[in-house]
Protein backbone atom coordinates (compact mmCIF):
# COMPACT_ATOMS: atom_id res chain seq x y z
CA UNK A 1 0.00 0.00 0.00
CA UNK A 2 0.94 3.45 -1.11
CA UNK A 3 2.19 5.51 1.92
CA UNK A 4 0.06 8.28 3.30
CA UNK A 5 2.29 12.03 2.85
CA UNK A 6 0.29 14.51 4.74
CA UNK A 7 1.66 18.09 3.77
CA UNK A 8 -0.30 21.01 6.03
CA UNK A 9 -0.05 23.61 3.39
CA UNK A 10 0.93 24.71 -0.07
CA UNK A 11 4.70 24.63 -0.46
CA UNK A 12 6.99 25.03 -3.51
CA UNK A 13 5.96 22.40 -6.70
CA UNK A 14 9.46 20.76 -6.94
CA UNK A 15 8.79 19.50 -3.40
CA UNK A 16 5.29 18.48 -4.15
CA UNK A 17 6.44 16.66 -7.12
CA UNK A 18 8.41 14.61 -5.11
CA UNK A 19 6.26 13.84 -2.93
CA UNK A 20 3.66 12.89 -5.13
CA UNK A 21 5.62 10.35 -6.55
CA UNK A 22 6.71 8.67 -3.04
CA UNK A 23 3.29 7.84 -1.86
CA UNK A 24 -0.67 9.47 -1.73
CA UNK A 25 0.02 12.83 -0.57
CA UNK A 26 -2.56 14.78 0.96
CA UNK A 27 -2.02 18.35 0.73
CA UNK A 28 -4.29 21.28 2.24
CA UNK A 29 -6.54 22.94 0.24
CA UNK A 30 -6.60 26.05 2.45
CA UNK A 31 -4.28 28.96 1.92
CA UNK A 32 -3.96 29.43 5.58
CA UNK A 33 -3.07 27.27 8.78
CA UNK A 34 -5.33 24.30 9.71
CA UNK A 35 -7.00 24.79 12.84
CA UNK A 36 -6.21 21.90 15.52
CA UNK A 37 -9.64 20.11 14.45
CA UNK A 38 -8.63 20.29 11.07
CA UNK A 39 -5.00 19.35 11.28
CA UNK A 40 -6.14 16.21 13.63
CA UNK A 41 -8.41 15.07 11.27
CA UNK A 42 -6.15 15.74 8.25
CA UNK A 43 -2.89 13.53 10.00
CA UNK A 44 -4.78 10.24 10.58
CA UNK A 45 -3.61 7.35 9.20
CA UNK A 46 -0.39 9.68 7.90
CA UNK A 47 3.12 7.84 7.55
CA UNK A 48 4.60 11.25 7.34
CA UNK A 49 3.87 14.71 7.72
CA UNK A 50 5.32 17.46 6.30
CA UNK A 51 4.96 20.77 8.67
CA UNK A 52 5.39 24.31 8.89
CA UNK A 53 6.11 26.33 11.51
CA UNK A 54 2.61 27.57 12.21
CA UNK A 55 1.44 23.83 12.53
CA UNK A 56 2.27 22.62 16.54
CA UNK A 57 2.97 18.70 16.43
CA UNK A 58 2.82 17.39 20.45
CA UNK A 59 1.49 13.98 21.22
CA UNK A 60 -1.90 14.01 21.13
CA UNK A 61 -1.80 15.28 17.30
CA UNK A 62 1.20 12.52 16.93
CA UNK A 63 -1.42 9.85 17.89
CA UNK A 64 -4.32 11.52 16.20
CA UNK A 65 -1.99 10.69 13.39
CA UNK A 66 -1.84 6.37 14.48
CA UNK A 67 1.40 4.41 15.47
CA UNK A 68 2.12 3.90 11.40
CA UNK A 69 3.34 7.25 11.16
CA UNK A 70 7.31 7.73 10.62
CA UNK A 71 8.22 10.76 10.17
CA UNK A 72 7.48 14.43 10.70
CA UNK A 73 9.31 16.58 8.26
CA UNK A 74 9.28 20.54 9.25
CA UNK A 75 9.89 22.95 6.17
CA UNK A 76 12.36 25.64 8.69
CA UNK A 77 15.31 25.04 10.99
CA UNK A 78 13.74 25.99 14.06
CA UNK A 79 11.47 23.18 15.43
CA UNK A 80 10.11 24.55 18.64
CA UNK A 81 6.90 23.66 17.76
CA UNK A 82 7.47 20.25 18.15
CA UNK A 83 7.31 18.20 20.76
CA UNK A 84 10.34 16.10 19.95
CA UNK A 85 10.57 14.05 22.73
CA UNK A 86 6.83 12.89 22.29
CA UNK A 87 8.30 12.00 19.10
CA UNK A 88 10.88 10.29 20.02
CA UNK A 89 8.58 8.16 22.59
CA UNK A 90 6.76 6.95 19.62
CA UNK A 91 9.67 6.05 17.49
CA UNK A 92 8.82 9.02 14.60
CA UNK A 93 11.83 10.84 13.10
CA UNK A 94 11.78 14.79 12.94
CA UNK A 95 13.98 15.97 10.29
CA UNK A 96 14.45 19.93 9.53
CA UNK A 97 16.30 22.71 7.08
CA UNK A 98 18.90 23.20 8.51
CA UNK A 99 22.09 25.04 6.05
CA UNK A 100 19.79 25.89 3.03
CA UNK A 101 18.44 28.90 4.75
CA UNK A 102 21.81 29.97 6.55
CA UNK A 103 22.70 32.99 4.12
CA UNK A 104 18.73 34.28 3.43
CA UNK A 105 18.17 34.63 6.66
CA UNK A 106 21.78 36.16 7.43
CA UNK A 107 21.03 38.48 4.86
CA UNK A 108 17.97 39.56 6.34
CA UNK A 109 19.54 40.46 9.50
CA UNK A 110 21.61 42.84 7.95
CA UNK A 111 19.16 43.96 6.30
CA UNK A 112 17.28 45.22 9.16
CA UNK A 113 20.58 46.45 10.82
CA UNK A 114 21.24 48.83 7.87
CA UNK A 115 17.31 49.70 8.11
CA UNK A 116 17.27 50.64 11.57
CA UNK A 117 20.63 52.03 12.04
CA UNK A 118 20.06 54.28 8.61
CA UNK A 119 16.49 54.89 9.27
CA UNK A 120 15.29 53.09 6.17
CA UNK A 121 11.80 52.68 7.55
CA UNK A 122 11.36 56.41 8.91
CA UNK A 123 12.60 57.85 5.22
CA UNK A 124 10.11 55.76 3.56
CA UNK A 125 7.34 56.85 5.84
CA UNK A 126 8.11 60.35 5.39
CA UNK A 127 8.04 59.98 1.42
CA UNK A 128 4.84 58.29 1.37
CA UNK A 129 3.32 60.69 3.51
CA UNK A 130 3.72 63.36 1.22
CA UNK A 131 5.87 65.33 3.90
CA UNK A 132 7.67 68.25 2.76
CA UNK A 133 11.42 68.01 3.09
CA UNK A 134 15.14 69.35 1.07
CA UNK A 135 18.53 67.81 1.72
CA UNK A 136 20.37 69.61 4.61
CA UNK A 137 23.09 68.55 7.12
CA UNK A 138 21.60 67.44 9.67
CA UNK A 139 18.11 65.76 8.33
CA UNK A 140 17.58 61.77 9.71
CA UNK A 141 21.07 60.96 10.62
CA UNK A 142 21.52 57.58 11.43
CA UNK A 143 24.18 55.74 12.62
CA UNK A 144 27.29 54.43 10.85
CA UNK A 145 28.88 50.60 11.52
CA UNK A 146 32.10 50.61 10.93
CA UNK A 147 34.28 50.25 14.07
CA UNK A 148 31.56 49.27 16.40
CA UNK A 149 30.58 45.80 17.77
CA UNK A 150 27.88 43.55 16.24
CA UNK A 151 27.17 41.16 20.12
CA UNK A 152 26.45 38.09 18.37
CA UNK A 153 23.61 35.61 20.47
CA UNK A 154 24.79 32.13 19.16
CA UNK A 155 27.33 31.69 16.88
CA UNK A 156 25.87 28.88 14.96
CA UNK A 157 25.52 28.73 11.14
CA UNK A 158 23.23 31.67 10.81
CA UNK A 159 25.08 33.87 13.20
CA UNK A 160 28.23 33.33 11.57
CA UNK A 161 27.01 33.91 8.41
CA UNK A 162 25.43 37.35 9.96
CA UNK A 163 28.90 38.05 11.56
CA UNK A 164 30.54 37.61 8.42
CA UNK A 165 28.24 39.93 6.65
CA UNK A 166 29.06 42.26 9.14
CA UNK A 167 32.75 42.22 8.90
CA UNK A 168 32.29 43.72 5.25
CA UNK A 169 30.58 46.56 6.94
CA UNK A 170 33.37 47.08 9.14
CA UNK A 171 32.06 46.14 12.31
CA UNK A 172 34.04 43.93 15.30
CA UNK A 173 32.71 40.95 16.23
CA UNK A 174 31.92 40.00 20.35
CA UNK A 175 29.42 36.48 20.74
CA UNK A 176 28.15 34.41 23.32
CA UNK A 177 27.96 30.62 22.68
CA UNK A 178 27.85 27.41 24.70
CA UNK A 179 31.10 26.33 23.28
CA UNK A 180 34.01 28.68 21.89
CA UNK A 181 33.62 28.59 18.49
CA UNK A 182 36.98 26.86 16.72
CA UNK A 183 39.91 29.35 16.66
CA UNK A 184 39.28 29.54 12.69
CA UNK A 185 36.16 30.74 12.97
CA UNK A 186 37.03 33.56 15.57
CA UNK A 187 39.65 34.53 13.45
CA UNK A 188 38.14 34.46 10.26
CA UNK A 189 35.32 36.52 11.94
CA UNK A 190 38.79 39.12 12.69
CA UNK A 191 39.17 37.96 16.44
CA UNK A 192 35.81 37.49 17.28
CA UNK A 193 35.27 37.65 21.08
CA UNK A 194 33.62 35.56 23.21
CA UNK A 195 31.86 37.10 26.17
CA UNK A 196 29.28 36.33 28.79
CA UNK A 197 25.97 37.65 27.90
CA UNK A 198 25.70 40.25 30.38
CA UNK A 199 29.07 41.70 28.86
CA UNK A 200 28.14 41.18 25.71
CA UNK A 201 24.89 43.13 26.35
CA UNK A 202 26.70 46.08 27.63
CA UNK A 203 29.33 46.50 25.62
CA UNK A 204 27.66 45.62 21.65
CA UNK A 205 26.56 48.44 19.65
CA UNK A 206 24.54 45.99 17.78
CA UNK A 207 23.07 42.98 19.52
CA UNK A 208 21.88 40.30 16.86
CA UNK A 209 19.96 37.05 18.10
CA UNK A 210 20.49 33.56 16.55
CA UNK A 211 19.81 30.99 19.06
CA UNK A 212 16.95 28.22 18.89
CA UNK A 213 13.73 28.97 20.83
CA UNK A 214 14.01 26.63 23.66
CA UNK A 215 12.61 26.97 27.81
CA UNK A 216 16.47 28.16 28.54
CA UNK A 217 15.96 30.90 25.93
CA UNK A 218 12.23 32.02 26.58
CA UNK A 219 12.68 35.57 27.24
CA UNK A 220 16.55 35.44 27.64
CA UNK A 221 15.92 39.13 26.74
CA UNK A 222 14.00 40.49 28.96
CA UNK A 223 13.45 43.89 30.72
CA UNK A 224 16.58 43.31 33.51
CA UNK A 225 18.46 42.28 30.06
CA UNK A 226 17.32 45.16 27.92
CA UNK A 227 18.27 47.89 30.74
CA UNK A 228 21.49 46.00 30.60
CA UNK A 229 22.20 47.15 26.85
CA UNK A 230 23.51 51.13 25.86
CA UNK A 231 20.94 53.56 25.59
CA UNK A 232 22.71 53.63 21.91
CA UNK A 233 22.45 50.37 20.94
CA UNK A 234 20.16 48.36 18.65
CA UNK A 235 18.53 44.67 19.08
CA UNK A 236 17.82 42.28 15.91
CA UNK A 237 15.49 39.40 15.69
CA UNK A 238 15.53 37.09 12.69
CA UNK A 239 15.19 33.82 15.15
CA UNK A 240 12.30 33.50 17.51
CA UNK A 241 9.71 36.08 19.12
CA UNK A 242 9.28 34.62 22.43
CA UNK A 243 13.16 34.69 22.90
CA UNK A 244 12.20 38.61 23.65
CA UNK A 245 10.20 39.81 26.08
CA UNK A 246 8.49 42.14 23.78
CA UNK A 247 6.26 44.31 25.90
CA UNK A 248 9.30 44.87 27.90
CA UNK A 249 10.99 45.96 24.28
CA UNK A 250 8.35 47.88 23.14
CA UNK A 251 8.75 50.36 26.75
CA UNK A 252 12.77 50.40 26.08
CA UNK A 253 12.32 51.58 22.90
CA UNK A 254 9.70 53.90 24.01
CA UNK A 255 11.53 55.42 26.60
CA UNK A 256 14.40 55.52 24.44
CA UNK A 257 16.45 52.82 26.80
CA UNK A 258 17.15 51.20 23.41
CA UNK A 259 17.78 53.36 20.14
CA UNK A 260 16.57 51.35 17.79
CA UNK A 261 15.28 47.33 16.79
CA UNK A 262 14.95 45.59 13.50
CA UNK A 263 12.46 42.31 14.49
CA UNK A 264 11.31 39.62 11.75
CA UNK A 265 9.76 37.36 14.27
CA UNK A 266 7.20 38.52 17.10
CA UNK A 267 5.91 36.76 20.58
CA UNK A 268 2.37 35.80 19.12
CA UNK A 269 2.51 35.26 15.30
CA UNK A 270 1.39 36.75 13.19
CA UNK A 271 -0.16 39.55 16.64
CA UNK A 272 2.51 42.20 17.01
CA UNK A 273 2.55 44.38 20.35
CA UNK A 274 0.14 47.32 19.17
CA UNK A 275 2.83 49.63 21.20
CA UNK A 276 5.15 48.45 18.53
CA UNK A 277 3.40 49.22 15.70
CA UNK A 278 3.55 53.24 17.07
CA UNK A 279 6.88 53.49 17.18
CA UNK A 280 9.32 54.96 14.74
CA UNK A 281 12.31 53.28 16.15
CA UNK A 282 11.58 49.76 15.19
CA UNK A 283 11.73 48.25 12.08
CA UNK A 284 9.02 45.84 11.60
CA UNK A 285 9.15 42.59 8.70
CA UNK A 286 6.83 39.51 9.04
CA UNK A 287 8.81 36.63 9.58
CA UNK A 288 10.59 37.14 6.21
CA UNK A 289 14.06 35.48 7.41
CA UNK A 290 13.86 32.51 4.49
CA UNK A 291 12.03 34.32 2.27
CA UNK A 292 13.55 33.97 -1.06
CA UNK A 293 12.03 31.53 -4.26
CA UNK A 294 15.17 29.88 -4.19
CA UNK A 295 15.66 29.55 -0.28
CA UNK A 296 12.10 28.47 0.16
CA UNK A 297 12.58 25.78 -2.55
CA UNK A 298 15.45 24.23 -1.28
CA UNK A 299 14.05 24.32 2.71
CA UNK A 300 10.99 22.24 0.86
CA UNK A 301 12.68 20.18 -1.34
CA UNK A 302 15.09 18.98 1.10
CA UNK A 303 11.38 18.38 3.55
CA UNK A 304 11.03 16.20 0.68
CA UNK A 305 14.05 14.29 0.61
CA UNK A 306 13.69 13.80 4.35
CA UNK A 307 10.35 12.03 4.04
CA UNK A 308 11.22 9.91 1.01
CA UNK A 309 14.40 8.96 3.54
CA UNK A 310 12.49 7.44 5.83
CA UNK A 311 9.53 5.98 3.88
CA UNK A 312 12.49 4.23 2.30
CA UNK A 313 14.22 3.01 6.00
CA UNK A 314 17.39 5.22 4.77
CA UNK A 315 19.11 7.29 6.45
CA UNK A 316 17.35 11.01 6.08
CA UNK A 317 19.54 14.36 5.56
CA UNK A 318 18.65 16.30 8.38
CA UNK A 319 17.35 13.98 11.41
CA UNK A 320 16.75 16.23 14.85
CA UNK A 321 16.18 12.99 16.86
CA UNK A 322 19.06 10.74 15.30
CA UNK A 323 18.44 7.96 18.34
CA UNK A 324 15.12 7.15 16.69
CA UNK A 325 16.98 5.15 13.16
CA UNK A 326 18.89 2.08 14.09
CA UNK A 327 22.82 2.38 13.60
CA UNK A 328 21.95 1.46 9.51
CA UNK A 329 20.35 5.08 9.44
CA UNK A 330 16.54 3.94 9.11
CA UNK A 331 14.10 3.72 11.43
CA UNK A 332 14.49 1.54 13.90
CA UNK A 333 11.83 -1.77 14.13
CA UNK A 334 8.77 -0.71 15.45
CA UNK A 335 9.05 2.53 14.71
C1 LIG B 1 12.19 30.02 9.99
O1 LIG B 1 11.93 30.77 10.86
C2 LIG B 1 12.83 28.76 10.17
O2 LIG B 1 13.01 28.32 11.32
O3 LIG B 1 13.18 28.13 9.17
Redesign the pocket.
Known amino acids: MQPRIVVTRRIPDPALELLARAGKMWLSPHDRPLTRTELQRSVSGADALVTL?HDRVDGPLLDAAGPQLRCVANV???YDNIDVAAATERGVVVTN?PGV?TDATADLALALILAVTRRLGDGERLLRARIPWSWHMFFMLGTGLQGKTLGVIGLGAIGQATARRARAFGMNIAYTSRRPAPREVEAELGGARRLPLDELLSTADVVTIHVPLSPNTHHLIDAERLRQMRPEAYLINTARGPIVDERALARALKTQELAGAGLDVFEREPEIDPELLELDNVVLVP?L??ATVETRTA?AVLAAQNVIAVLRRERPPTPINPEVLDPAGAPAPGA
Open positions: LAVGTLHGSM
